[in-house]
């Protein structure tokens, strides 16, 4: 089968398209027949050997977390799939791999695709999808009728965290460039403001839940914006937001750092808002399988407008 690989950290032009031995799925494993694979800034960091020390020096690396597709084969012990079922789903960890033609997924990193939407549009929700809506309603207690807003909302996780703010009950504001304002508001903010405008730091602007989506915010520079028992919630992992979240473990304003992890559960929760049309992917371009490292060089704009799409098969 064919997958995109590299064997040394670096820019874009460092990705190679190569035959490999297909995977053979183990226990609690299911093979999928790729159809579309999503891209995120994580297979970019990754790429450039930003995360060394989780990844170490051993190549070639596969690209890719997200991923629509067809169950092809069952390890022993799956009953929860057949093969035909039509799924989705996110790998687990430092590997990725989605980015070829076959990849094989644990039974918790999977659900079966939302019926409504093609294989671009279901690759485009795992990752992000479950951001957004573990850092808002896990980390950030976001409940109905509170405040929050969400800084750089028009990116990969913005436009999943705009929606599920709204599925939550929530009153939206996000952030945005000017050029995106109106995709927000069409998302379901209830206001969405221009970043070179408007930051939502104010002091006293009682945000329940600071979601910095696009992690240039800190906890020091949001607290005061916060309400009394607000909490800030960042995407960025670093030494200073993981001694700030355990500082505020116990006090009234809060600083979380969102991780995000498969599960079934919220990959179901999230394929039936996409069904019921409630939760819809925004999709920035699909680009060909031959073209990956132009669709990595748009994520590393850090402008794209929702999700980078692979179409594979
Ligand atoms: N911790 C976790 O589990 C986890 C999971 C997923 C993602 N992440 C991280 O979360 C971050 C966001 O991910 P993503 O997929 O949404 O990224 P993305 O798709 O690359 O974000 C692009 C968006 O960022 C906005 N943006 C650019 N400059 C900005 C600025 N100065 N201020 C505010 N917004 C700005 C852009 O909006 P405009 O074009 O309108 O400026 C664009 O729409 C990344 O750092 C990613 O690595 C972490």
């Not at 996110?90 to 039974?107: D, F, N, P, Q, Y």
């Not at 409630?278 to 999700?307: H, M, N, Y």
Request: proline content about 5%; overall charge positive; some cysteine.
């Amino acid at each position: 089968m064919r997958a995109i690989v590299y064997d040394r950290y670096g820019s874009p032009e460092v990705l190679e398209s190569r035959l490999l031995p297909s995977p053979q799925p183990g226990p609690g494993e299911v093979l999928l027949s790729v159809r579309a694979a999503a891209l995120n800034p994580k297979d970019s960091l990754i790429r450039k050997g930003k995360f060394r020390r989780m990844t170490g020096d051993r190549f070639p690396r596969q690209l890719g977390f997200d991923v629509a597709g067809v169950v092809h084969a069952l390890g022993p012990g799956v009953t929860r799939f057949r093969p035909g079922d039509e799924v989705f789903g996110m790998k687990h960890g430092w590997a990725g791999g989605t980015v070829a033609e076959e990849v094989c997924l644990s039974l918790d990193e999977l659900a079966l695709k939302p019926k409504r939407l093609s294989f671009e549009e279901a690759a485009a929700v795992p990752l992000a999808g479950l951001t957004a809506l573990q850092a808002l309603r896990d980390e950030g207690r976001l409940t109905t009728g509170q405040r929050v807003i969400l800084h750089g909302a028009s990116g990969g996780v913005g436009v999943f965290a705009t929606q599920v703010a709204r599925l939550l009950g929530a009153q939206v504001t996000t952030t945005s460039s000017a050029r995106n304002v109106a995709l927000c508001l069409q998302l379901g903010a209830h206001e969405a403001w221009d970043y070179t405008e408007k930051t939502g730091l104010a002091k006293g602007s009682n945000w329940d839940v600071f979601f910095d989506v696009f992690g240039n915010r800190g906890f020091g520079e949001v607290r005061g914006a916060l309400s009394s028992k607000g909490t800030y919630v960042s995407t960025v992992p670093s030494v200073t937001i993981a001694v700030q979240h355990l500082a505020t473990h116990l006090t009234s304003k809060r600083a979380r750092l969102v991780v995000v992890k498969p599960n079934p559960v919220d990959l179901e929760l999230l394929a039936k808002w996409c069904d019921e049309g409630k939760l819809k992917p925004v999709l920035d371009r699909v680009f060909p399988f031959t073209e990956v490292a132009e669709a990595q060089a748009l994520i590393e704009t850090r402008r794209a407008r929702g999700k980078v799409i692979i179409r594979v098969g």
